[in-house]
């Protein structure tokens, strides 16, 4: 990966390139950004700068993730019938294949690689003591040794601690790089013990030149990415082909305001938007996490609509007959930040792995609530 590869970022990557030059690079840094924003290709880029420093012939092996002394580390599975022992080695290949297509790649990519949707994709303990004894050998090139632990957020509590004497006593010329989209789940400790450098979001100017120079897409097609993309590269590359899932997401948004306006008058009708609930609650969480940016975005957009901004409507529910300025006039200041405050909350639960069927029965009914306040 090259530092012209990557979307954006200007000034992260000058005072990258800087401290390289400088001589001023930590040995443990933790770069903390949604996988969209470009975490991964800038860790990436940083590693082929450092190995490029000290042997300009082995850096060109970064570019097809071969280097010998650049080693990963990412969350995976355990399967005691396949004899999968949970370390990253036993699925480094598909990892390879997904980052040289992707390197925007997040969690939902990994797991869709791996066919893996219901399986909760950890960094275990055996990871970390293969680790130590890879990082215990020489070095091949002669230079730095760097691991790059992608999603390191995932550790168990288990591999954190062993991973913290690894971080504490690194062997000689190792240099570690820590990706994580938040530091709610990194131990403390290990937080600590490294060097932060946070990952902005892309600029719209830069997605947008990304979309013109890639892909051959309508103006309009173009603004509506860079608007729902909200900086985020990986989601922009999604809504490419989002068709399809928009219709579905566009359905059931369609059938739970249906039901919401139905409640005030016949209470019976809660119990649609309880079955409702439970069938978004069968799908894998990332699926469910896209429709609740999806509710979001729509219930701003119908805000947008209702206070006369309609420029910058740039997309409208207009199947199945519904009437969407109608509805826009029931989002308004009095109850669009409780609306998006529960849409929050349920995504927060959702990655902290609460009951799925609870939380999208409460959002339902809590919506149903505040849809009919008065503005």
């Given at each position: 990966?090259?530092?012209?590869?990557?979307?954006?970022?200007e000034?992260?990557?000058?005072?990258?390139?800087?401290?390289?030059?400088?001589?001023?690079?930590?040995?443990?840094?933790?770069?903390?950004?949604?996988?969209?924003?470009?975490?991964?290709?800038l860790a990436?880029?940083?590693?082929?700068?450092?190995?490029?420093?000290?042997?300009?012939?082995?850096?060109?092996?970064?570019?097809?993730?071969?280097?010998?002394?650049?080693?990963?580390?990412?969350?995976?599975?355990?399967?005691?019938?396949?004899?999968?022992?949970?370390?990253?080695?036993?699925?480094?290949?598909?990892?390879?294949?997904?980052?040289?297509?992707?390197?925007?790649?997040?969690?939902?990519?990994?797991?869709?690689?791996?066919?893996?949707?219901n399986?909760?994709l950890?960094?275990?303990?055996?990871?970390?003591?293969?680790?130590?004894?890879?990082?215990?050998?020489?070095?091949?090139?002669?230079?730095?040794?760097?691991?790059?632990?992608?999603?390191?957020?995932?550790?168990?509590?288990?591999?954190?601690?062993?991973?913290?004497?690894?971080?504490?006593?690194?062997?000689?010329?190792?240099l570690?790089?820590?990706?994580?989209?938040?530091?709610?789940?990194?131990?403390?400790?290990?937080?600590?013990?490294?060097?932060?450098?946070?990952?902005?979001?892309i600029?719209?100017?830069?997605?947008n030149?990304y979309?013109?120079?890639?892909?051959?897409?309508?103006?309009?097609?173009?603004?509506?990415?860079?608007?729902?993309?909200?900086?985020?590269?990986?989601?922009?590359?999604?809504?490419?082909?989002?068709?399809?899932?928009?219709?579905?997401?566009?359905?059931?948004?369609?059938?739970?305001?249906?039901?919401?306006?139905?409640?005030?008058?016949?209470?019976?009708?809660?119990?649609?938007?309880?079955?409702?609930?439970?069938?978004?609650?069968?799908?894998?969480?990332?699926?469910?996490?896209n429709?609740?940016?999806?509710?979001?975005?729509?219930?701003?957009?119908?805000?947008?609509?209702?206070?006369?901004?309609?420029?910058?409507?740039?997309?409208?529910?207009?199947?199945?007959?519904?009437?969407?300025?109608?509805?826009?006039?029931f989002?308004h200041?009095?109850?669009?930040?409780?609306?998006?405050?529960?849409?929050?909350?349920?995504?927060?639960?959702?990655?902290?792995?609460?009951?799925?069927?609870?939380?999208?029965?409460?959002?339902?009914?809590?919506?149903?609530?505040?849809?009919?306040?008065?503005?």
């Amino acid at each position: 990966m090259n530092w012209e590869q990557i979307a954006g970022q200007e000034k992260l990557k000058n005072l990258l390139r800087e401290s390289i030059r400088d001589n001023r690079v930590s040995h443990a840094q933790l770069f903390v950004g949604k996988s969209g924003y470009g975490s991964l290709p800038l860790a990436l880029a940083f590693a082929k700068e450092v190995f490029r420093k000290e042997n300009e012939h082995s850096a060109s092996k970064i570019e097809t993730l071969n280097h010998l002394d650049l080693h990963f580390s990412f969350p995976v599975y355990k399967n005691k019938t396949e004899k999968i022992e949970g370390r990253s080695s036993e699925f480094y290949s598909q990892f390879r294949e997904m980052i040289l297509e992707n390197p925007y790649a997040d969690n939902e990519d990994w797991s869709g690689s791996l066919e893996s949707e219901n399986k909760q994709l950890t960094i275990y303990a055996e990871e970390v003591d293969e680790l130590v004894s890879k990082f215990a050998l020489k070095s091949f090139e002669g230079g730095s040794k760097i691991l790059i632990v992608w999603q390191a957020d995932k550790m168990n509590i288990s591999a954190a601690n062993k991973f913290l004497k690894f971080l504490e006593e690194p062997p000689e010329g190792t240099l570690i790089i820590l990706i994580a989209e938040n530091t709610d789940n990194i131990l403390p400790t290990i937080f600590s013990r490294t060097q932060l450098v946070e990952i902005p979001r892309i600029a719209d100017e830069d997605v947008n030149a990304y979309l013109r120079e890639n892909f051959d897409l309508a103006e309009e097609k173009i603004q509506e990415i860079v608007f729902q993309s909200q900086g985020n590269l990986n989601a922009a590359k999604r809504l490419l082909h989002s068709d399809e899932s928009d219709s579905e997401f566009e359905e059931l948004f369609i059938t739970w305001v249906r039901e919401a306006f139905q409640v005030k008058k016949k209470p019976e009708f809660l119990k649609n938007i309880v079955f409702w609930g439970r069938n978004i609650a069968g799908w894998n969480r990332e699926k469910q996490k896209n429709f609740l940016n999806y509710c979001g975005e729509m219930f701003r957009l119908a805000l947008l609509q209702n206070y006369g901004n309609e420029n910058l409507v740039y997309k409208k529910i207009d199947s199945g007959g519904f009437k969407w300025e109608s509805f826009s006039k029931f989002i308004h200041g009095a109850n669009i930040e409780a609306i998006l405050e529960e849409i929050s909350d349920a995504d927060y639960h959702l990655e902290r792995n609460a009951n799925a069927k609870i939380v999208w029965t409460d959002l339902g009914i809590k919506l149903s609530r505040y849809i009919h306040k008065s503005a």
